[in-house]
């Protein structure tokens, strides 16, 4: 390529012609008219110039020595396609245009000799073709150099553009790993929130685990007390659990770690198979405030250094969750063994104890409290359809206080009832009822105040039976004088009769009384019961006129060392009861017999009973169901007294409508008196 000569801004024209006075008159003719111009004579220093200077046009001779005219506007064409070319020559033959125009693609042809204005023309027309050319090479090439940069810009664009999807594509992926991860480790926590044991949790263990490439059969040893512990794994889809009795000390303080020989040897003892690598790693429970593991988690792997590394980072962070988990677990365990120790101590109770809320709904009872199919205390407690009467709840439920109450119940228990309350934030929520069966006590208590009852009757009946003794005396002195001064005709002499029979018949009531008051000074002898009864039912002949009386005496029946007269009055006491509860007719059975160590007889009638609740009150001095003048309410009180003294029991045992058995039970060798 042809180095350029530096771009002019004014038009330059060359001259070529090998004639000096054409380059002459060519160089006046277009100075006059201020076109810059240069010449040459030949070809050659043609070429020069236009190294050297830049022509907008060359207008060339035809005919020159070395080279034609054609021939260097080609070359000119050829390198300078932008500078015009004229040709100037004598014979306008057509060949010579047509290659002129085909080869040098020459812009005017000019004759010699020209004329001026033609040849100006032609000049001025070729300097405006030119300045065109020029001006298009220009634009050509600053939109090439444009173009370049727009090529240019569009690379970097696209580089960019690829660099930043590559980038968003990398974030994505990230993201979605991270989203997978989360997915993962949500999907992990939500399994462990359902675990409440340890083979549960094993079990989810199991399964996340496994999901690890390269890892496999996760093991989980569980510490207890005393250095024991529990192994769980999962064989054949099968989860195995074994107690272990030992284990090794250093277990306590094992680090997350590879497996040692010494280990391995251990577990693969325990699980009865070959494994592969293991990994060792420490589960620690976050309440309690111990940094020694609370279980290990043992894995069988085939990962290689780098994997491990990134497994055991992977999995240290899974397994976070897991001491919450555990957590639960032991806290739970340890619930249920002070649920079970609570339960047991409840039950250890002998008395019945319940845990009643304000509704009188039972929540809770040990199994000493009666019956459990109900649901409030009253209808466990008693059948009953209210509250029991002198209930304490109600006390210490208002009163925030222990409250206490005396409960009968219906089969004639009686309980001393405790009530604790229980408060909630302010108020109570519910009760403790302690209920202790004072039955026996009550009984004792209730016999305690009764003998206290008939201590006291006694000294009374005592000193009034003496008190009325005297005038009774006078009356019955007097009425016994006055009879015998009053004829026997006389109205008045019955009524003296009828005074002094009452007076008898006081007489007779005191005496009895003071029988029960004061000790007899009759002696203590061997008497046979048999024998006693014997003489002493037909004294009472007027009295079971309207009966039947049927006897069955032991045949051979030991003596009792006794008062006589004093049991004569029990038989007698109790025949007659008989004979007046069967006025109207019955049968009376007496019957005797012998136990070990014991004399035993009954009066048994056929009258219509005594109800339950009159079976104490007979006993007590002066009750009596009898009309004034038939009885007095001592009889019975009597007959026991009397009995008691002589070491024995009276009892009674009545059904309504049936009849009525009294049992006398003497020690066939006494008490000394
Ligand atoms: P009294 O006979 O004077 O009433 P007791 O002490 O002997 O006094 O008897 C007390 C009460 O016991 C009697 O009033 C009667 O109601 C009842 N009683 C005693 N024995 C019998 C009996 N065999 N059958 C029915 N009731 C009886």
Redesign the pocket.
Known sequence: MIQKAKESVQPKVLIVDDEEAICAAARRLLRSKNIDCVTASTPQEALKILKREDCWVVVSDYRMPEMSGTELLEEIKKNYPNISRLMLTGFLELPIIQEAINRASVFRFITKPWDETELLLGIETAIQHSGRKRTNSQLAHEIGVQNQKLEELTQNLESEVMKRTQGIEESRRMAESKQKLVRELTGFVKNLSRVSTIPQLYEVLYYEMTRFHGVSVPYLLTFEEHGRGRLYWMQHENLHEKHISSLPQHFGSLRLRTSSPEDRVWWESHIKKECRQLVTIPIRAREIPSSLPVALFLVEHDLDKGKLVDFLERITERLQPVSIVLDKIMLRHQLEIAAEQWEATFDGFRDPIAVVDKEEKVIRANKNFFKKDQSRCYEMFDKRTELCIDCPMPIAISSQEAASGLVRTATQKSYRVLSYPVLGSDQVRRVVNHYTDISHERDLYLKLVQSEKLAAVGLLAGNIAHELNNPLSGIRALAQLLKSETSPSSPHHADLDEVERAAIRCQQIIKNLLNFSEPSTEYDENVDINDLISITLPLLKTNLRNQNVHTYFAESIEKVKLQPSQIQQVIF?LV???S??MASGGVLTIKTWQEKGKVCFSIA?S????PPE?HQR?FEPF????GVG????????VSRSIVEKFGGQLTLESKMGLG?V?TVVLPSKPLAK
């Open positions: 006491n007659n009861n008989a007046q509860a009638d009258g219509p009973g005594i009159l007979i009750f009596t169901t009898k038939t009885g007095t309410g001592l009889g019975l009180s009525t009294f």
